[in-house]
């Protein structure tokens, strides 16, 4: 089997259990007696382990199986999670991150975990105990005291012989692992996964739990119902690494009688596979919990088809640049409709338009993620982080499921991880401090998101000391990042907004986490080349709130066509509040700046004409002009244009690197009639 064209599903489904094992372990850290939570991370583990042992990834599967060991003791109650437990299995979960990115780049998934693996190992030995945990010595004591009597009990006997009967083989397989073997549990392992792709393992000694935690020598046996052949079966068998060899003999009616009887007669073994059992293994009389049904043998009514694909990124990028050339041709014919007053023409080109429509939406949706994605990586954050700061943190999460595009989700991951540790660091009081306040111990940050019109908002709240305007600007002073006279004009909102100018921090201390004057400034110009924008409202000695706006989507985009003489642009709608038309008689100079007043306020007057140097127009040589009232958030500002074309669907295309970064053109896009058009970025035009 070629492990390469189901490594890219191994990656996938990694991610998704080490996601999993992180959520349930945090529910567990706040529910530590629910022993359902306890189920549902150890089967997390044991797939993860499985699959790292099917693909080859001895070292990620060896780790993966020594925190199963510790998970197994608190699942049968003969240890009980403290806060060193916990601690372990989370770096266990971040080394198994590392081997999993190690292996996405290329690697083996190797890395140094003997640390961990020791102090696993020592919470199984019982050396890390409490007062209500029994040593894990007495367990093993318990474990010795095996049975060794292989028996079936009368069920099994009856599935077996109801299995013959109709026609199906029954086996008893005997399976030795390689003397040199370091991973005994995990070649057991892939020797079940295999057999149970074509048939039943009725019953197995030592159990399936013992051998699966290495709890046996070197060999195990078990009963096996298939359709197979015996020679296919020892084939697979053997196919696996480190399995020095494996014996099968198929029993018949009559042998399962004489095997009745002897049992029956109180005979420890049936003497029909005494030559292949070792007499110096450990077997289990206790009962498999994994017994077949009367019928075991009858293949199993195929399980309901998966609803949902995987599917490459890169391939929806591909489609998704294919339906903008599809949305460009149907502007060019919508446009040669409309001159050639065909009416059959036009009433095809109606209806390719209502089709491409709800492609459209269907494309678009199809790159659309929930930010759930991103949001659920944070949780684990707050808590080591929370622990590292000595605080108590409660992070509570609203409006997961609201849907980005993939493209935008990609991008946002690294501010949001800032703002959180910000409103962590900065802005939650130590517990002194809280308590001091008069406010719980307990601080909270709330992650919301929400959809608003072609927006999405995501705002990272905390119930803080909030931001003190005095003491802020004085940082800002001390730093040289504005003179004291410039502060005296600030407005709160313009204050607030220098903690995200390129330097400045308001720790005292420098510290890993924060302090050396990286963080904000990053989040303000990653969130503005998504075409969003960040803004901060707080109340001194109350809390802050951090708000996040952004697109729904960067590839195709509502926007106003609009013509400056031979020149088309386009601005976002998105962006747009209204439009107007003004006298020259409005526009005023103040300071040197031109200036009309909007909705009883004066907001800036900008001329495109001026700022891109067209030569056929000059908005100054006009009695009247046309203006489009642009937002950026709470700020206004009006632009100048000669003359409004309409809406439209427009394809965001990349001015590429043939051209330097235009201040105010966020790119092109193509026109119906084959012209390009440069789509404005309203947020360069509003300092």
């Known amino acids: ?19 999993s094992l992180n959520e349930n372990m945090l529910q567990l850290e706040g529910n530590p007696e629910d022993l359902g939570i306890v189920q549902v991370i150890f089967r997390s583990a044991h797939t993860l382990k499985g699959m790292a042992a099917t693909m080859g990834f001895e070292d990620l ?25 916990f601690d372990t299995l989370f770096k266990s979960l971040d080394a198994l991150e590392t081997m999993v990115q190690d292996i996405t780049e290329g690697g083996q998934g190797k890395a140094d975990v003997s640390s961990i693996v020791a102090s696993l190992q020592a919470i199984e030995n019982g050396e890390i105990t409490n007062g209500d945990a029994p040593a894990t010595d007495k367990n093993k004591q318990a474990n010795a005291s095996i049975s060794s009597a292989v028996e079936l009990d009368e069920f099994q006997y009856s599935v077996l012989d109801q299995s013959i009967a109709e026609g199906h083989r029954v086996f008893y397989v005997d399976v030795l692992v390689s003397e040199h073997s370091q991973l005994k549990g995990v070649r057991a392992y892939m020797v079940f996964d295999m057999l149970e792709r074509s048939g039943e393992v009725v019953k197995a000694y030592p159990s399936v739990q013992d051998i699966e935690q290495e709890k046996f020598e070197r060999s195990f046996s078990l009963y096996y119902i298939t359709t197979k052949e015996a020679h296919e079966l020892e084939e697979g068998i053997m196919s696996i690494s480190e399995i020095e060899s494996a014996k099968l003999i198929q029993l018949d009616q009559e042998t399962l009688q004489q095997m009745a009887n002897q049992v029956a007669a109180t005979v420890e073994a049936p003497p029909a596979v005494t030559e ?16 077949a049904p ?7 009514q195929a399980a309901a088809p998966s609803r949902t694909i995987r599917v490459d990124i890169e391939r929806l990028d591909v489609l998704m640049n294919l339906f903008s050339e599809l949305l460009i041709d149907r502007s060019r014919l919508e446009q040669l409709a409309s001159e050639t007053g065909n009416n059959d023409l036009s009433d095809t080109v109606a209806h390719l338009s209502r089709v491409s429509t709800d492609l459209q939406n269907i494309v678009l949706k199809l790159r659309m993620v929930p930010v759930d994605t991103v949001f659920n990586r944070f949780p684990r954050m707050i808590r080591d982080l929370a622990k590292t700061l000595d605080k108590k943190i409660d992070l509570v999460i609203t409006g997961a499921e609201t849907e980005l595009d993939r493209t935008v989700i990609d991008e946002i991951g690294d501010p949001l991880v800032h703002l959180l540790r910000n409103a962590v660091d900065h802005g939650v009081e130590s517990i002194a401090e809280r308590v001091a306040a008069g406010k719980p111990e307990m601080g909270t940050v709330n992650l919301r998101a929400f959809h608003s019109g072609n927006h999405v908002f995501i705002e990272i709240e905390d119930d803080g000391k909030g931001i003190y305007r005095d003491k802020l600007l004085q940082t800002a002073i001390k730093r040289g990042v504005v003179t004291e006279e410039q502060g005296a004009k600030m407005t709160d909102d313009e204050v607030n907004q220098l903690l995200f100018a390129p330097g400045f921090s308001t720790a005292d201390v420098i510290s890993d986490i924060s302090g050396r004057g990286v963080g904000l ?6 969130i503005t080349s998504l075409g969003g924008n960040v803004t901060i409202h707080s109340t001194p000695g109350k809390g802050t709130n951090f708000s996040v706006q952004l697109p729904l989507t960067l590839s195709i985009i509502a926007a106003m066509l609009v013509r400056l003489g031979s020149e088309k642009y386009a601005v976002p709608l998105s962006s747009i509040v209204e439009t107007a038309i003004v006298q020259r008689g409005q526009v005023r100079n103040i300071h040197g700046n031109k200036m009309i007043t909007f909705r009883e306020s004066l907001i800036p007057y900008l001329s495109l004409s001026e700022v891109f140097s067209v030569p056929d127009f000059n908005d100054a040589d006009e009695q009247e002009t046309e203006i489009v009232v642009i937002r950026k958030g709470d700020r206004l500002a009006a632009v100048a244009v000669e003359e409004f074309i309409g809406q439209s669907e427009i394809v965001l295309k990349s001015m590429g690197t043939y051209l330097p970064a235009i201040e105010g053109i966020s790119g092109a896009t193509i026109l119906g009639d084959g012209q390009v058009a440069l789509i404005l970025d309203p947020n360069a035009f509003i300092k």
Do not use: G
């Open 1 to 19: 089997m070629d492990m390469n064209q189901y490594l890219s599903m191994f990656i996938d489904e990694s991610n998704d259990h080490l996601q």
């Open 61 to 85: 599967a060896s780790l993966t199986h020594k925190m199963e060991n510790v998970l197994d003791l608190v699942r049968n109650e003969k240890l009980k999670m403290q806060d060193y437990i």
């Open 276 to 291: 292949v059992t070792s007499p110096d293994k450990n077997v289990s009389s206790k009962e498999e919990a994994k017994l």
């Open 294 to 300: 009367a019928k075991a043998a009858v293949p199993k």
């Open 521 to 526: 400034d990053v989040v303000k110009s990653k």
